[in-house]
């Protein structure tokens, strides 16, 4: 690659092959050359303070040396076999160890595929099909998560509103979304769907905002009582709120939850973790 490229040159490049001439979630009028702990540096060489730090999973900083050590010692080995491994198999029983809920664990590539898996799976377990979900949570770029997320028209609750084109109205119909922290609300949305709710999905700390003192545990309490399945989307918390997550720091235990960022360390990993009666539909000879 040759050195003497300037910023502006592949701002102009990057505009002829990628939409908006981004990556789709950050300015495209930077463009990063290196990282190192903290900081990096864009391609014409101005330095930043990196408080992205990946959108997440670069939590030990750029260029960590043990981060570094780890992955070149397997590099070597191999990097993807679509097969059983011992360092998967570790991970696994690690993330068993450390979070509550966490009695097994599939692993996928995105946060928003373990969302996606974990709404699949408590459609599964229950036979029923809504979800309930709370407006302005992130759960990834499904067309159940993106309901409500940052809507653009004023809508009465339980009503979705789609955040994308090309969601078709099916999708929106089974959706239930609720105010955050208002567990009010949710109680009563819950006994209203409760025959027909399969899911409630909820950020524990959602975006910025914390949980209300009870609200978690309202939750809890309500879907257990009605069989709905709980799912805590710990992508953002854990390993980081505490090291069992937001489960470990508020002491409120789901069926289900789902982690990214952190725990592939930058590289393309994360997990759906639960249940083994409900993580049991990940298996074709148990079900």
Known sequence: MKADISQQDWIDRAGKVLPAA???????????????????????????VDYLIGSGPM?????HP????????QLGKGMTFFANNARGIELAE???????CAEQVRYVSTGGEADMYAMRLGRAHTGRDKILKFEGGYHGMSAEALMSLSPQRLENYPNAVPDSAGIPDSVRNEMIICPFNDAQTAGQLMSEYGEELACVIVEPLQ??????????EALREETEKRGIVLIF???VTGFRLAYGGAQEKYGVVPDLC??????GGGFPLAAV????????HFDKAAV
């Not at 690690?94 to 509550?100: D, G, H, L, M, N």
């Open 59 to 63: 939590l030990l900083g750029h260029g």
């Open 22 to 48: 981004g990556f789709g979630n950050f300015d495209p009028g930077v463009v990063v050359r290196e990282g190192k702990g903290a900081r990096v540096w864009d391609e014409d060489g101005r330095e930043y």
């Open 258 to 263: 789902t982690m990214g960022k952190i725990i």
């Open 233 to 235: 989307d710990e992508v």
């Open 207 to 216: 975006r910025l905002i914390p949980p209300e003192p009870g609200f978690l």
């Open 66 to 73: 043990e981060v570094i050590e780890a992955a070149t010692e």
């Open 273 to 280: 973790g639960g249940k083994t009666e409900i993580m049991q």
């Open 94 to 100: 690690e993330i068993c160890s450390a979070v509550a």
